[in-house]
């Protein structure tokens, strides 16, 4: 393990954000419900989503699977056995299978294949295509799922590992402002490790007292920038902007107050 650096606490950056996720705490991943979004409708009426260009392709297979496995091709998918459902969704353990079809002549004709599953087909695809387009159309039968590896904290294992008072960076990030605040300022450090964190320590407490006094108190350091209505998001900046101290400056908000609750636009 490499000497501790400010960059082994940042997932924005690659040597401290987890490997599984890159930092984003969250995977995409292949929502069986999105892929069969109706369980009422059997597998011979349309049950699976598109499969895309090559879906004569694959309804071969699955009806090849269904013969194989007598599976009933006209009962609803909800209600197939718990077992017939797993070999549909992720293949059948590599057991060879024999595909009929008809040719463009219309000549009956059989290859040997396996079968993988819908969901380990779609994750192959996603993985090795280099269309934008398919890679779209698969992610929009795909959910984002914290990480199974930093379960969601977004650095190595290693840099969570690192703690002060008992807590990590990303346990304090995951507080509120205002819960956050109170921890700070009840840290207790050695007088040796006081001295060296004293400076970043007056910063950190100074950043959290401008955004509890934009009304912002009840975010978490970890919320998503994405999820910010305007309103949070100008409040945000604005706090930025005092903690520069600059003199003379004229700021123009547009409509703070949006996703805000009445009694904090005093606050302003």
Known sequence: MEDLAPRNFSFNNPHGACPACTGLGSK????PDLVIPDKNRPLGDGAIRTWGRSSYF?????EAVARRYKIPMDKPFGKLAVKERQIILYGNN??????????????????????EGIIPNLERRHRETESEFIRAEIERLMTPRPCPVCTGKRLKPEYLAVTVAD??????????????????????????????GRAILKEIRERLQFLVDVGLDYLSLARSADSLSGGEAQRIRLATQIGSKLMGVLYILDEPSIGLHQRDNRKL
Request: aromatic share 14%; proline share 3%; net charge negative.
């Open 28 to 31: 995409l991943e292949i929502d």
């Open 58 to 62: 694959y309804n071969d297979l699955v």
């Open 94 to 115: 590599g057991d060879p299978l024999r595909v009929k079809y008809f040719n463009s002549e219309g000549q009956r004709r059989w290859y040997e294949t396996s079968y």
């Open 167 to 196: 807590g990590s960076i990303m346990d304090i990030c995951d507080m509120s402002i205002s819960a956050a605040q109170d921890w700070f300022a009840n840290l207790q450090l050695p007088e040796r490790e006081a001295l060296i």
